[in-house]
């Protein structure tokens, strides 16, 4: 009988033993969870770090999408011109008429030629006259390279007078040469002309 004992409470003492011995050995830190890279190197996953780095370049993209969006509609956008007989659309339609057709006559002209495609009223001396006009009653965009279709576009050239040329879309404009034909042309050639100073919707009051 007294053996029996012994035997049960040496059987009971071993789980107390080993709770014991668990609680006082210290847990090894929790591994970090391993995934392959594209790469094919091991990297250890920081969680939540790739969740909020994805969600920045979201955001990121999305705010360069809306921009994108706003130029796409500003250069689709019907443009608002002011004391003009012809239309943007009418304008460009006769500027690449004439561009065409290869109509001259208008040497050192590009004013003439921007203010007779939109049968324009109140003309004023030269293109960089029509551009500072344009400034002063808020309708210009300096250094603008998001231009819609009909807008003027002015340069700085050697000439005092500057130089104007009315965009036509596709990276066009139609604009006079130097000998007065007119053609249709990489806007971005007439900066061999001088520099760009952005474009304005067409203004005559």
Not at 6 to 17: D, E, H, N, R, T
Not at 129 to 150: C, L
Not at 178 to 188: C, L, N, Q, T
């Amino acid at each position: 009988m007294k053996r029996t004992a012994s035997l049960i409470a040496g059987v009971m003492a071993v789980p107390v033993l080993a709770g014991s011995v668990a609680a006082s050995t210290p847990q090894a830190p929790a591994q970090p969870q391993i995934h392959l890279a594209t790469a094919g190197t091991l990297v250890a996953a920081t969680p939540g770090s790739a969740r909020d780095t994805d969600l920045v370049h979201a955001a990121a993209w999305a705010e360069q999408d809306d921009a994108r969006q706003l130029r796409r509609a500003a250069r689709s956008a019907v443009l608002r011109t002011y004391g003009t007989a012809n239309t943007a659309e009418e304008a460009v339609g006769l500027l690449k008429k004439w561009a065409r057709e290869g109509v001259g006559g208008y040497p050192n002209q590009c004013l003439r030629l921007a203010d007779d495609a939109y049968r324009a009223s109140a003309r004023t001396t030269t293109a960089l006259a029509q551009s500072s006009r344009a400034k002063e009653a808020g309708v210009a965009y300096p250094d603008s390279r998001d231009i819609p279709v009909g807008a003027h576009m002015f340069w700085r050239t050697d000439h005092p007078a500057g130089h104007i040329a009315t965009y036509v879309g596709d990276g066009k404009v139609v604009t006079n040469m130097p000998g007065g034909s007119i053609k249709i042309v990489d806007w971005h050639k007439l900066n061999e002309w001088g520099p760009y100073l952005g474009w304005a919707n067409p203004y005559y009051r």
